[in-house]
């Protein structure tokens, strides 16, 4: 019993910091989004997980059993002293390792401050019934002329990794391809150079960003069903989406991702906003006539392969008579370190697989894809969105570093009075995108957000602080209630 306690403790321990380590700093949204997710999509992380705690916790009670139970055959005075009195105390010793493994836990995964953001939600309020604007009830004018979108959610890209009066972290400028295109086209951000949004609580992963910056609003919890985000299976199923505002444009909808459509619910997503064209490594098996093992489904499509299928599925939209929207995200920079090609890019940053070689790779080749799209003949006629997902889900060691996802509009239909020093969060990019397109939103705000080519103020800018927006959509609501379940407005 105490070697069990004393594992049990490890298991604390060890699950902590594997935790910070791989994902940083989690909210109480995210570790129970992420449980009621179908595993298979990620099979090495969860082999990470196991080596790191319950292979690694095994082997350390293994090796105290061996010590405390058979060491005194050796007969050394001084081990079999130490032996004799951890056995002897081996209760005291136990409890009070996992005493301070619980401590060591609570403290380092800020479990009170996650107590505290719970707390919110036995809290009745108004906070969508006085900021949230259903984009299905605003006026929104289009353009004769309906320019193509092309959205890239660049995985955990960050203008922290850019060189900059502001930023030098890494003493180099990682990204120089997408800081040029910053440059040269519009970037919106809360300094004098490259920076983003501000993330709020249920924008911080990579669902929960889709969500916000195409959707206008936070995903928070419970989840009812495993893997379902409402009772009926539906994904926000009152949520009005840019692809349903697009859709009903005449627009055609494609969905490209290198791993299963079914990790973290995209598949539920993309078939409750307009049954898009789902092209994942499933799409692909099933296109050559395979059928992925429950392993093959968590791998993943390196992204030097996934630019070629963009390029056909690009090449096969324009084909059409009707204007279309493409989204793609992108994978190599999961985590810092999933893919790295090295065929591609070259090692300029050691020989291996390390953060500073893969986000450079990642800056490399979205670079020659923005070049690939100037030479296609629907360049012209295309709106294109480069954005971080989310923070990498790595702590860096400096923990005062400021950091934002980033975010370039190239060809947009307009121009912004006021890029620079903007208070906004993730919910402001999606009607930001509605109107590079050239379309005009009555009163500029959609979701949750405002565009920021208006002169309109965000919600963080005029009404409320970061820290009151976090707090406000914890927070329980009618208005939230029926865009999660369904569930009819009074």
């Given at each position: 019993?105490?070697?069990?306690?004393?594992?049990?403790?490890?298991?604390?321990?060890?699950?902590?910091?594997?935790i910070?380590?791989?994902?940083?700093?989690?909210?109480?949204?995210?570790?129970?989004?992420?449980?009621?997710?179908?595993?298979?999509?990620?099979?090495?992380?969860?082999?990470?997980?196991?080596?790191?705690?319950v292979?690694?916790?095994?082997?350390?009670?293994?090796?105290?059993?061996?010590?405390?139970?058979?060491?005194?055959?050796?007969?050394?005075?001084?081990?079999?002293?130490?032996?004799?009195?951890?056995?002897?105390?081996?209760?005291?010793?136990?409890?009070?390792?996992?005493?301070?493994?619980?401590i060591?836990?609570?403290?380092?995964?800020?479990?009170?401050?996650?107590?505290?953001?719970?707390?919110?939600?036995?809290?009745?309020?108004?906070?969508?019934?006085?900021?949230?604007?259903?984009?299905?009830?605003?006026?929104?004018?289009?353009?004769?002329?309906?320019?193509?979108?092309?959205i890239?959610?660049?995985?955990?890209?960050?203008?922290?990794?850019?060189?900059?009066?502001?930023?030098?972290?890494?003493?180099?400028?990682?990204?120089?391809?997408l800081h040029?295109?910053?440059?040269?086209?519009?970037?919106?951000s809360?300094?004098?150079?490259?920076?983003?949004?501000?993330?709020?609580?249920?924008?911080?992963?990579?669902?929960?960003?889709?969500?916000?910056?195409?959707?206008?609003?936070?995903?928070?919890?419970?989840?009812?069903?495993?893997?379902?985000?409402?009772?009926?299976?539906?994904?926000?199923?009152?949520?009005?989406?840019?692809?349903?505002?697009?859709?009903?444009?005449?627009?055609?909808?494609?969905?490209?991702?290198?791993?299963?459509?079914?990790?973290?619910?995209?598949?539920?997503?993309?078939?409750?906003?307009?049954?898009?064209?789902?092209?994942?490594?499933?799409?692909?098996?099933?296109?050559?006539?395979?059928?992925?093992?429950?392993?093959?489904?968590?791998?993943?499509?390196?992204?030097?392969?996934?630019?070629?299928?963009?390029?056909?599925?690009?090449?096969?939209?324009?084909?059409?008579?009707?204007?279309?929207?493409?989204?793609?995200?992108?994978?190599?920079?999961?985590?810092?370190?999933?893919?790295?090609?090295?065929?591609?890019?070259?090692?300029?940053?050691?020989?291996?697989?390390?953060?500073k070689?893969?986000?450079?790779?990642?800056?490399?080749?979205?670079?020659?894809?923005?070049?690939?799209?100037?030479?296609?003949?629907?360049?012209?006629?295309?709106?294109?969105?480069?954005?971080?997902?989310?923070?990498?889900?790595?702590?860096?060691?400096?923990?005062?570093?400021?950091r934002?996802?980033?975010?370039?509009?190239?060809?947009?239909?307009?121009?912004?009075?006021?890029?620079?020093?903007?208070?906004?969060?993730?919910?402001?990019?999606?009607?930001?995108?509605?109107?590079s397109?050239?379309?005009?939103?009555?009163?500029?705000?959609?979701?949750?957000?405002?565009?920021?080519?208006?002169?309109?103020?965000?919600?963080?800018?005029?009404?409320?602080?970061?820290?009151?927006?976090d707090?406000?959509?914890?927070?329980?609501?009618?208005?939230?209630?029926?865009?999660?379940?369904?569930?009819?407005?009074?």
């Amino acid at each position: 019993m105490p070697l069990l306690i004393v594992f049990c403790g490890f298991m604390l321990f060890a699950s902590a910091n594997w935790i910070i380590r791989k994902f940083g700093p989690v909210t109480y949204e995210q570790i129970l989004f992420h449980l009621n997710m179908p595993f298979h999509s990620e099979v090495r992380l969860i082999l990470s997980y196991l080596q790191n705690t319950v292979m690694l916790g095994a082997i350390i009670v293994f090796l105290l059993w061996l010590f405390t139970s058979q060491m005194y055959r050796l007969k050394f005075k001084k081990i079999e002293k130490i032996r004799s009195y951890i056995y002897s105390h081996r209760w005291f010793l136990s409890l009070g390792w996992f005493i301070f493994c619980a401590i060591y836990f609570f403290v380092r995964m800020n479990v009170w401050t996650m107590l505290t953001y719970h707390s919110y939600k036995r809290e009745v309020s108004n906070f969508y019934e006085q900021n949230y604007v259903l984009p299905q009830n605003a006026k929104i004018t289009f353009p004769e002329n309906k320019k193509n979108l092309i959205i890239i959610f660049m995985e955990s890209m960050e203008s922290t990794f850019a060189q900059t009066p502001r930023h030098n972290y890494y003493q180099t400028d990682l990204i120089p391809e997408l800081h040029n295109l910053a440059k040269q086209n519009i970037h919106f951000s809360d300094s004098e150079y490259l920076g983003g949004e501000y993330a709020i609580d249920g924008t911080q992963w990579t669902q929960a960003a889709l969500f916000a910056k195409t959707c206008g609003a936070p995903i928070q919890l419970p989840i009812k069903e495993v893997y379902l985000i409402s009772p009926k299976g539906e994904f926000y199923p009152n949520a009005w989406c840019l692809y349903d505002i697009l859709a009903e444009q005449g627009y055609n909808e494609s969905f490209l991702v290198g791993s299963s459509g079914t990790f973290a619910g995209l598949d539920h997503f993309v078939k409750t906003h307009r049954n898009q064209r789902l092209l994942d490594i499933l799409h692909y098996a099933g296109e050559q006539g395979k059928k992925l093992s429950y392993k093959e489904r968590g791998e993943s499509i390196a992204d030097k392969k996934l630019y070629v299928l963009a390029k056909n599925e690009l090449n096969r939209l324009a084909e059409q008579n009707k204007p279309f929207v493409f989204t793609m995200m992108t994978l190599d920079t999961h985590f810092g370190s999933q893919e790295f090609s090295g065929d591609v890019c070259g090692y300029k940053y050691g020989k291996k697989k390390n953060l500073k070689n893969v986000v450079s790779c990642a800056d490399f080749q979205i670079g020659q894809f923005v070049e690939w799209l100037k030479q296609q003949r629907f360049y012209n006629d295309s709106v294109i969105v480069l954005l971080g997902d989310h923070l990498m889900m790595r702590n860096p060691k400096e923990e005062n570093l400021i950091r934002h996802p980033l975010n370039i509009f190239i060809n947009s239909v307009i121009s912004a009075n006021k890029t620079k020093n903007r208070i906004f969060t993730p919910f402001d990019i999606y009607p930001t995108i509605v109107e590079s397109m050239g379309a005009k939103i009555s009163g500029h705000r959609l979701g949750l957000g405002t565009s920021l080519f208006s002169d309109v103020a965000t919600l963080t800018e005029e009404k409320m602080t970061l820290k009151e927006m976090d707090i406000g959509v914890r927070k329980s609501s009618e208005v939230y209630d029926w865009l999660l379940y369904g569930k009819k407005l009074k």
